[in-house]
C-alpha cells in the first residue's frame, strides 16, 4: 500500500453529525401490517447486491408518512450507505443522487452509515466495501446460529484503506465510470426488450388478421434440449474446464463459484453467448445468456430451432412464461418443473414465411443489440474488477491527482 495512505476502521470516518452507523427498525415496529399502496419505500434486501451494482431502485414495499416519521433514525438518503445484517450477508448498496424518492427507511433487516465527506468519498468506500475481499470477509463475521447476522459493532470495525481524498474521488471515478456505462447498457437494454415485446404483442396477441397463420406447439418451432447430469462430468484439478450454467448463473449472468465440468462432454450440451436457456425446474426464466462458455445443466432447456429465428422461439417461450410458472407453483413438491406435455400444450402462431421474413428484419437487429450490450458490459465488469484491487492497493496511481 502506498506510504501516504492508512488503514481505518469505518467508524473512523463516519459523519460528525450523530447516529451515522445505526441498523434498522426492531422488527414489531415494521412489517406486512404497516404497509401500504404508496408512500415512503423500505430498503429490503432485494434492493441489495453482492456484485457491485450500486442500489436497485424498485421492487419496494412503502409505509406512511407518519409511520416514516416515528422511524426517522432509520432514513436513509443519498449518498448512504446500506448493508444487509440479516440473510444475504455481504450485499451492499448506495444511495443515488437522483434517487427515484427523496427519502426511504430500512428494514429491520438492514445496516445504514452516513459518511463524513471531508474525510471519505462515498464511492470510493462503497467500491471497497463491496469488492469481492471485502464481501468474503463480512460474510465470514457471520453471528447467527440458523440465520446468518452481522451486527453495528462488526460493521463499525471493518476496515478500510484511506488515500488522499483527492485521491479517493480519482479512483472512484475511474471505477464509477464503468458501472456508469454498464448501468446504462442495462437500461437500454429494458427498452429495447419492452419494445421488442409490445411489437410481439402487438403481432401475435392482439392481431386480428391472423386468418391464414398456422398453429403450432411450442416444441414444434424449436428444440428444448434437456441439460445433463453434469457431476458424471467433474473436470480434474488444474485441467481445463467448462463452468456449469445452473439457476444460480442465470440470475448473475456470470460463471463466479460455478461447478466444473470436463471439457469433453457432447457438443451439443455446451452453452455460448447468445444460447437461449430456458430453466424448467424451481425458479423458472427464460435469458439470452451472455454469460461466456459453459455446460448445460440438467434443469436447464437450451433452446434452438434450424427453421425459426431466435426471436421467435425467445419470445413465444417468455410469452408461455407465467402460464408455466403457475403450473409449476402448483406441484405438490417445491421444485416444481416443466415437462415435455406442458411444452407441447403452449400454442403459438406461425405467419407465412413472407411475413416472418419481413418481422425478422426488425426483430433480430432488436435481439442482437441486447446481446451486443451484455457482452459489452461483461467486458466492462471483467475490466473494473481486475482494476478495482490494483486501484485499492495503490499499485495503479490515477494520473493528474496531487497527493
Request: aromatic letters at 8%; charged letters at 25%.
Amino acid at each position: 500500500m502506498s506510504n501516504n495512505w492508512q488503514f481505518v476502521n469505518l467508524e473512523d470516518v463516519q459523519n460528525p453529525k450523530g447516529r451515522a452507523i445505526v441498523s434498522g427498525p426492531f422488527g414489531s415496529n415494521i412489517g406486512m401490517r404497516f404497509f401500504v399502496s404508496e408512500g415512503i419505500p423500505v430498503i429490503r434486501g432485494n434492493n441489495l447486491t453482492t456484485d457491485m451494482r450500486r442500489f436497485i431502485d424498485d421492487g419496494f414495499v412503502f409505509i406512511t408518512e407518519e409511520k416514516a416519521k416515528e422511524l426517522g433514525n432509520c432514513e436513509a438518503l443519498p449518498g448512504d450507505l446500506i448493508f444487509t445484517a440479516a440473510g444475504s450477508l455481504g450485499q451492499v448498496g448506495i444511495i443515488p443522487d437522483n434517487p427515484k424518492y427523496p427519502r426511504y427507511i430500512i428494514s429491520n433487516k438492514q445496516l445504514r452509515v452516513r459518511l463524513d465527506p471531508e474525510k471519505a468519498d462515498k464511492l470510493f468506500v462503497f467500491y471497497w466495501l463491496s469488492s469481492p475481499q471485502m464481501v468474503e470477509h463480512i460474510q465470514q463475521q457471520n453471528t447467527g446460529s440458523t440465520v446468518p447476522l452481522i451486527n453495528l459493532s462488526i460493521l463499525r470495525k471493518l476496515q478500510l484503506p484511506l488515500p488522499p481524498l483527492a485521491e479517493q474521488r480519482a479512483i472512484a471515478g475511474i471505477l464509477g465510470a464503468l458501472d456508469d456505462k454498464i448501468e446504462l447498457n442495462r437500461r437500454m437494454n429494458a427498452t429495447l426488450e419492452a419494445m421488442a415485446r409490445v411489437v410481439f404483442r402487438q403481432w401475435f396477441v392482439e392481431n386480428e388478421d391472423v386468418g391464414s397463420w398456422e398453429e403450432k406447439s411450442l416444441d414444434e418451432i424449436a428444440n428444448f434440449l434437456n441439460g445433463m447430469a453434469l457431476q458424471n462430468f467433474p473436470a480434474n484439478e488444474g485441467d481445463k474446464y467448462l463452468p456449469v450454467i445452473k439457476i444460480a448463473q442465470l440470475r448473475t449472468n456470470n460463471t463466479e463459484s460455478a461447478d466444473r465440468a470436463r471439457t469433453d462432454i457432447p457438443h451439443q450440451y455446451v452453452i455460448e453467448d447468445g444460447d437461449i436457456l430456458f430453466s424448467w425446474s424451481g425458479s423458472l426464466t427464460v435469458v439470452t445468456w451472455c454469460g461466456g462458455k459453459g455446460a448445460l445443466n440438467q434443469h436447464l432447456f437450451k433452446v434452438t430451432s434450424e427453421k425459426y429465428p431466435k426471436w421467435f422461439y425467445y419470445f413465444w417461450t417468455k410469452h408461455h412464461l407465467a402460464e408455466f410458472q403457475e403450473i409449476a407453483a402448483g406441484k405438490a413438491t417445491t421444485m416444481g418443473h416443466i415437462q415435455r406435455h406442458h411444452l407441447k400444450a403452449a400454442k403459438v402462431l406461425v405467419p407465412p414465411d413472407n411475413k416472418l421474413r419481413e418481422m425478422d428484419k426488425f426483430m433480430s437487429p432488436l435481439l442482437q443489440q441486447i446481446i451486443v450490450s451484455n457482452l459489452e458490459s461483461r467486458t466492462l465488469a471483467s475490466l473494473r474488477d481486475s482494476l478495482l484491487p490494483k486501484l485499492m492497493r495503490g499499485e495503479v496511481k490515477v494520473k493528474g491527482v496531487n497527493v
